[in-house]
């Protein structure tokens, strides 16, 4: 069971996530999209088959904590929209799609499948923002040699709409089942993809001057053969 804080409320929802889907190539433009297949291809990574293209992950790596442990030092982060559904309705919140690279080389669904996926505590309704969703701005920031620099930054513009990506699921309705819950696409890495200590990310609405925030931290175990 998972708990989240409204951010307007301060209201908690406990949620069982059963399902964890993670929505790869899901650029609004097929430029943007070209981008990460290239971006993605200097590390190694085949091109997908189609996209968007939905991985499914085990659910429990869904987390909330500050801190999360992967094998080796060759997994880096990735700032996403999270879809969160309940019974009160699907809930927006920000998260990273935490990545093994060296897998993702040979297989993208098992590199999904390695590291834990954290999101934030704090959510949105949807339904307050689908209005304005195309408002909304994203960023992340790496922590690299103890200093913070801009990873990714951009609006989500770049990214299918949530009723479109919804739709594509096979979903009539922007909303999630209970207990379902999507990543939804990422935007270009500035400066390359790269491990970190530390991660942050942050979904901003301009129109209200409302911000969601998480921060975790990355502890590398030794691989041992």
Same mark, same amino acid.
């Given at each position: ?5 409204? =951010? ?21 433009? /097929?430029?943007?999209? @070209?981008? %990460? ?27 909330? =904590? ?7 030092? *060759? ?5 996403? &929209? ?9 809930? &927006?919140?920000?998260?990273? @799609?935490?990545?093994? #690279?060296? =897998? ?5 669904? %098992?590199?999904?499948? &390695?590291? *834990? ?24 920031? *790496? ?27 096979? !979903? ?7 207990? /379902? =819950?999507? !990543? ?30 998480? #921060? ?6 030794? &691989?041992?053969?």
């Amino acid at each position: 069971m998972t708990t989240f804080h409204l =951010a307007d409320t301060d209201d908690t929802l406990d949620v069982e996530v059963r399902e964890l889907i993670i929505a790869g190539w899901a650029g609004r433009e /097929q430029a943007g999209i @070209d981008e %990460h297949i290239a971006e993605l291809k200097e590390i190694g990574v085949k091109p997908p088959s189609s996209t968007p293209l939905f991985y499914r992950v085990a659910a429990n790596q869904l987390t909330t =904590a500050p801190d999360i442990q992967v094998l080796g030092d *060759a997994s880096s982060g990735e700032a996403e &929209v999270v879809l969160i559904g309940t019974a009160q309705g699907t809930l &927006v919140g920000i998260g990273s @799609d935490h990545t093994d #690279r060296e =897998a993702e080389a040979w297989s993208v669904a %098992h590199s999904k499948q &390695v590291c *834990a996926k954290p999101v934030s505590k704090k959510v949105w309704q949807l339904d307050s923002i689908i209005e304005h969703w195309d408002d909304l701005q994203m960023a992340s920031y *790496a922590t690299i040699d103890g200093n913070e620099v801009l990873y990714q930054e951009g609006p989500v513009t770049g990214l299918l709409h949530p009723a479109d990506l919804l739709r594509r699921f096979g !979903l009539e309705q922007p909303q999630l089942a209970p207990g /379902q =819950a999507m !990543l939804c696409g990422t935007l270009p890495v500035i400066g390359g993809v790269r491990p970190a200590q530390a991660f942050r990310m942050v979904l901003k609405d301009p129109m209200t001057g409302r911000e969601l925030e998480h #921060r975790y931290r990355i502890e590398s175990l030794p &691989v041992v053969a």
